[in-house]
């Protein structure tokens, strides 16, 4: 089966890269271009307090901006890539979103025939995948999955 797009999803941690440039190698062999998604998880403070800080509105824009600076960080990058790798790139940053339900939308929302995505990430601010959310987007995806160790 030819693919018209790939979907590649990264957290910016050195096993999604492997995925990325896996993506891109295959993306450039077939011709075709890519959606390189990164995914920021929702405002969740893990403190004590964590009602009073939930609150927060300055805390809560700090964590976000860390997530927006992370995420254009990590799509700068993907771009920078795929430029190289000759293949065309388009980049979405999913801002408070759930991983495995963010990856598996934008599959539907950009035309993509195949997502590629790493075995799992890092953890911490600006994380995108972990082996959960692998098996989530596995479960719930319409087109195929290339799962990269």
């Known amino acids: 089966m030819m693919y018209e797009r790939i979907l ?5 941690s050195e096993l999604a890269g492997r995925g990325l440039a896996h993506g891109l190698a295959l993306a450039a062999a077939l011709k075709v271009p890519v959606t390189v998604v990164t995914v920021t998880e929702p405002w969740m403070p893990a403190f004590d ?8 509105p300055a805390m809560q824009a700090e964590y976000r901006e860390g997530c927006a600076r992370s995420a254009q960080r990590i799509l700068q990058d993907a ?8 293949v065309a790139c388009e980049t979405v940053h999913v801002a408070d979103g759930h991983p495995s339900e963010a990856i598996v939308a934008a599959v539907a929302g950009h035309g993509a025939g195949l997502v590629v995505m790493a075995s799992h990430g890092r953890r911490g601010l ?18 195929p999955v290339l799962v990269v160790r």
């Open 126 to 143: 600006g994380r995108v995948l972990l082996g959960s959310q692998t098996q989530a987007v596995l479960a719930k995806s319409t087109v």
């Open 79 to 86: 771009l920078a890539r795929a430029t190289t790798a000759g």
């Open 49 to 56: 307090d964590a009602l009073a800080l939930s609150a927060d």
């Open 8 to 12: 590649i999803a990264t957290d910016g």
